[in-house]
């Protein structure tokens, strides 16, 4: 079944305490997003990578940083969360960078204290 | 940065009624894509659009992309409990590999 997965699905920490949300994809997809959604601003996307190696910032990447060392995986590191980092983060892969179907992980809670 | 803005934000709607999402960008977009999130999942592809004036439906949905390629429509018709949820377009930007997602309408249906 193609999908996109996250880890973990909940997540309760404390500023400061360094943690990764990992994600990957079984579609062979080129292109891969982090997204946080908050109430009343939608999906705004965080950081995106067109393939192996190259990523690059989305409209939101302060405090973030992302990886691409295989196809498949993506992982979201917050080197030291702070509350306002406290949001629902949906990981997204698509085919290649132009028009293609976007398919969403199942999303990731993060609390931050 | 290039922006796509969805109104409403909310819309209640009885059950049976028609309602209508609006979307718009303020640059032309080479497709636009539409997403249907239900309450505490996933956004899910519903349709992409793109060309000049395209109209596409999907049962009770009906899709439109404008002439300009700077705005897009959804409009569900008899509308039932099963269309609750948050319905996002998302637009592709000419020369640009980033989807922008509008800030999303949240329907609510009563019985």
């Known amino acids: 079944e193609a999908q996109v997965t996250q880890n973990p699905r909940y997540l309760i920490t404390v500023t400061g305490k360094k943690l990764t949300v990992t994600c990957s994809q079984n579609?062979?997809?080129?292109?891969m997003s982090w997204y946080r959604q908050d109430p009343g601003l939608g999906l705004r996307q965080i950081y995106y990578?067109?393939?192996?190696?190259?990523?690059d910032k989305g409209d939101v990447p302060e405090g973030y940083k992302v990886s691409r060392k295989e196809k498949r995986n993506f992982p979201l590191i917050l080197e030291s969360p702070s509350p306002n980092q406290t949001s629902l983060y949906f990981c997204?892969?698509?085919?290649?960078?132009?028009?293609?179907?976007?398919?969403f992980g199942p999303g990731t809670r993060l609390t931050v204290t | 940065g290039q922006q796509v803005m969805q109104i409403p934000q909310y819309q209640h709607v009885q059950e049976g009624e028609d309602f209508t999402t609006y979307c718009n960008s303020s640059?032309?977009?080479?497709?636009i894509q539409w997403y249907k999130q239900r309450p505490g999942g996933h956004p899910v592809f519903l349709i992409q659009?793109?060309?000049?004036?395209e109209v596409k439906k999907q049962k009770r949905l009906t899709f439109q992309f404008g002439e300009a390629k700077k705005n897009s429509s959804l409009h569900i018709t008899a509308t039932q409990t099963t269309d609750v949820g948050t319905y996002f377009c998302?637009?592709?930007?000419?020369?640009?590999?980033?989807?922008?997602f509008g800030a999303g309408t949240t329907v609510t249906v009563r019985a």
């Open positions: 579609m062979n997809h080129e292109y």
């Open positions: 659009l793109v060309k000049s004036g």
């Open positions: 990578s067109m393939n192996v190696e190259v990523t």
């Open positions: 998302a637009g592709l930007h000419v020369n640009d590999y980033k989807l922008s």
């Open positions: 997204a892969s698509r085919a290649g960078g132009g028009p293609y179907e976007q398919y």
């Open positions: 640059t032309t977009l080479s497709n």
